[in-house]
C-alpha cells in the first residue's frame, strides 16, 4: 500500500483544489511557514468530521460572513488484489463493475485475470461533511463509487468470497444493497498502516497489556510492543536498539518492563551488561523526539506489510545530525515504506534518494502546489532559491567534498551513497571554482587546499573539508601523485582521466538517448563506441568527447551531450540496472576516504 495522491479543496490555506501526487519512497513537503505543509497530513487522518473551510475575501467577502462550502478532502491508494486479501482477512471483498453482463463469460475471464495478474487497484476515499464516499479504480472493469451517510445507492458488485478449504477463490456476481459498508470497510483496512509523527504527537510512554503487536497510529502501546520484541525476538530488539543508538549516542539501550500487567518505556545511558539498570530513565522525562523515533523503528522492524510514515517538521524534535542518521536508516532498512516528510529545509535531500517534491507557497490569499517529479527533481535547484534554501546547504553536513565542476557535483551525492553509505549522509559535495589554478606554477596545490581548509575553520557553518577530488585530466600517473603527497593528501585524483570515463555503458546509453526521444539499441551503441575509443585506453581516453561523438553519430548530429543533464542520467541508470559497471570508481572513493 502506498499514498498514490491526496486533493484537498476548501481546507484551512488551501481554497481551489490542489492534487499532491506522491510516488513510492521519500516524499517531500516543502513550504514556508503557514503554507499549509500540516494541512496536507491532517487529511491522512482520514476523519469523516474534518472540516475547516478557507477563510479569506474570496469565500467571505462581508465582513462577520461565515463559509458556505465544506471541506473536500480526498486520498487515493494504490494497492493490489494480494495486499487487499491479507489486510481483509477473513472479510469479503466488494468490487464495483460497470456492467454485470457475463453471458459470454468474458467479465469473469477478466476478473480472473485481474487477480492472477495483481494488478494495481487505486481507491479512492473523499471526505466532505460527514460523507464518505469510496471510488475504485482497476482494469477496464472495474470501475464505481459506494457512499456512506449519505443517499445509500445499490452498488453493482462483484462479491469475492474466500474459503480456506477450498484452493481458489470463489467468485459470484450480485447486486449489492449496503454501500455504506463498502465504504466504511475499506477506509478501516488502510487507517491503521498510515503513522502520522510529530512534536505535538507523543508516543506512550506507560501503557496496559494489548491484544496486538501491531503499534496503533498514536503510538499510545509502544511500550507493550517494545516489551514484547524484546521478549519473542532478542536479536531484533538489539538491532533496535542500535539504531536508536545511532541516532541518539547518549541513549545505549531501550527497554519495556512489566509490572502487574502494566508496561513502561526506560532508556539506559549503559549497556544491559553493565547491569547498572537504576540509571534507566523513563522516556516520559525525555523529549518528543526519541519517543517518535523509536516508534517509527519498530514499524520498520516489525511491519510485514508496506506502510506509510508521515514525518512532519522533524526538525522541530530532532538534532540535524540525529534527523540525518534517522533517515539514513529509514532508508536502508525501510525500502517497503512510503514517507512523507514536511519542512522548510530541503536537507533531506541529500541524505536520500528524495522521490518527489511539493513547493507549498502561499499567494497572499490560498495555497498554491507545486510539484518535482523523479524526473524533474535534476532541476530543482532553480525551484528551491525561491525559497532562500539551496540543495548543497552546508548546514548540519560533517564534513565537505570539493569536486571538480557542476557535473560531479549533481553526480557525486548519488554515487557516495552507494559506494561510501558509511559517509555519504554526513557528506556535502560542492564544486571548486577555478580548478585551473592548481596548475599554475606560482601557486602551490597545498596553498590552495589551505584557502578552503580555512574557510572551514573559519564558521562553525562550514564543515571541515575531506578533500578536493579532481580528474586526472592528462597528468600522468606520477604527477597525480607528487601533487597528492604535496598537498598533504588534500588533493586527490580519479584514477581515470574524468568522470564520464566511468560511463561508457552501452546499455546506459542507449536509455540516455530514448530519454532524449531518440531509439536505438546495445548494438548500434556498442558498434559506435567501439569506433569512437578505437585503441585508447580506457583511463586516458577523453571519456566526454567520446560520448560526444556517440550521441552525435547515433542522432546523425541532431543530439548534442550535455555533461550536466546526461552524465546523472547514466549514473542513475547503471546504478538501478549494473551498479558493478561502476566497480573501479568505488575502489577509487572508498581508497581515497580511507575506507
Given amino acids: ?106 467479465l469473469l475471464a477478466t476478473i480472473q485475470k485481474f487477480i492472477a495478474t495483481n494488478e494495481e487497484l487505486l481507491i479512492t476515499s473523499t471526505f466532505s461533511q460527514n460523507t464518505e464516499k469510496v471510488g475504485f479504480k482497476a482494469g477496464p472493469v472495474i ?31 450480485a447486486n449489492y444493497g449496503s454501500a455504506s459498508e463498502v465504504a466504511g470497510q475499506y477506509a478501516q483496512l488502510f487507517k491503521p498502516r498510515i503513522y502520522r509523527f510529530n512534536a505535538q504527537r507523543r508516543p506512550g510512554s506507560q501503557c496496559v497489556g494489548q491484544g496486538t503487536t501491531v503499534l496503533d497510529r498514536e503510538a499510545t502501546t509502544l511500550p507493550y510492543c517494545l516489551n514484547h520484541l524484546q521478549t519473542n525476538d532478542s536479536h531484533g530488539h538489539k538491532i533496535l536498539c542500535s539504531w536508536v543508538n545511532r541516532i541518539f549516542p547518549s541513549v545505549k539501550w531501550v527497554q519495556s518492563t512489566s509490572a502487574g500487567g502494566n508496561f513502561e518505556l526506560r532508556c539506559l545511558p549503559q549497556l544491559p551488561e553493565s547491569r547498572r539498570d537504576d540509571l534507566a530513565i523513563s522516556m516520559s522525562r525525555m523529549g518528543a523526539g526519541i519517543g517518535n523515533v523509536i516508534a517509527m523503528l519498530y514499524v520498520v522492524m516489525t511491519a510485514r506489510e508496506p506502510q506509510v510514515i508521515a514525518i512532519d517538521e522533524p526538525n522541530a524534535f530532532l538534532h540535524p545530525k540525529a534527523l540525518r542518521e534517522l533517515l539514513a536508516i529509514l532508508e536502508a532498512e525501510g525500502k517497503q515504506h512510503q514517507f512523507i516528510l514536511t519542512g522548510h529545509s530541503a536537507d533531506v535531500l541529500t541524505a536520500v534518494n528524495t522521490r518527489s517534491i511539493s513547493l507549498l507557497e502561499f499567494d497572499g490569499i490560498a495555497t498554491v502546489v507545486r510539484q518535482l517529479g523523479p524526473k524533474e527533481l535534476h532541476s530543482v535547484r532553480g525551484e528551491l532559491a525561491e525559497l532562500g534554501i539551496r540543495m548543497t546547504d552546508l548546514h548540519a553536513k560533517d564534513q565537505v567534498l570539493w569536486v571538480e565542476g557542476q557535473t560531479e557535483e549533481l553526480v557525486m551525492p548519488a554515487v557516495l551513497r552507494w559506494a561510501c553509505p558509511e559517509v555519504a549522509a554526513g557528506t556535502s559535495v560542492l564544486r571548486v571554482e577555478r580548478t585551473g589554478t592548481f596548475d599554475k606554477k606560482s601557486i602551490e596545490p597545498s596553498e590552495v587546499a589551505s584557502i578552503y581548509g580555512r574557510l572551514s575553520a573559519s564558521s562553525a557553518l ?43 555503458q552501452p546499455n546506459a546509453i542507449a536509455a540516455t538517448l530514448l530519454e532524449l526521444g531518440l531509439s536505438t539499441n546495445e548494438a548500434s551503441v ?53 551498479p558493478y559497471y561502476l566497480e573501479p570508481l568505488r575502489s577509487c572513493l572508498r581508497k581515497s576516504f580511507g575506507i
Fill in 1 to 106: 500500500m502506498r499514498i498514490d495522491s491526496m486533493a484537498l479543496k476548501n481546507y484551512k490555506s488551501f481554497l481551489d483544489k490542489q492534487t499532491i501526487h506522491f510516488e513510492p519512497g521519500f516524499n517531500l513537503l516543502i513550504g514556508t511557514n503557514n503554507a499549509g505543509k500540516t494541512s496536507v497530513l491532517d487529511v491522512l487522518d482520514m476523519e469523516l468530521s474534518l472540516n475547516d473551510p478557507h477563510r479569506s475575501e474570496r469565500t467571505i467577502p462581508r465582513y462577520g460572513g461565515q463559509p458556505n462550502q465544506p471541506s473536500e478532502l480526498e486520498v487515493t491508494l494504490a494497492t493490489n488484489f494480494d495486499e487487499l486479501w491479507r489486510l481483509a482477512g477473513s472479510q469479503q471483498l466488494y468490487l464495483p463493475l460497470t456492467t454485470l453482463n457475463n453471458d459470454d463469460g468474458s
Fill in 143 to 173: 470501475h464505481g463509487v459506494a457512499s456512506r451517510n449519505s443517499r445509500n445507492t445499490p452498488l453493482q458488485s462483484t462479491l469475492i468470497q474466500f474459503d480456506p478449504n477450498l484452493p481458489e477463490l470463489k467468485i459470484e456476481f
Fill in 462 to 504: 562550514v564543515p571541515p573539508m575531506v578533500f578536493i577530488l579532481l580528474d586526472g585530466e592528462a597528468r600522468t600517473k606520477e604527477k597525480r601523485s607528487q601533487i597528492e603527497i604535496a598537498s598533504g593528501g588534500k588533493l586527490r585524483f580519479l584514477d581515470r582521466r574524468m568522470l564520464e570515463n566511468y560511463l561508457l
Fill in 526 to 578: 556498442k558498434q559506435v563506441l567501439a569506433k569512437s575509443i578505437a585503441k585508447q585506453d580506457v583511463y586516458e581516453l577523453n571519456g566526454a568527447s567520446v560520448l560526444k561523438a556517440v550521441f552525435s553519430e547515433l542522432s546523425n548530429s541532431t543530439l548534442e551531450f550535455r555533461k550536466t543533464r546526461d552524465s546523472l542520467t547514466l549514473v542513475d541508470w547503471i546504478l538501478e540496472n549494473d
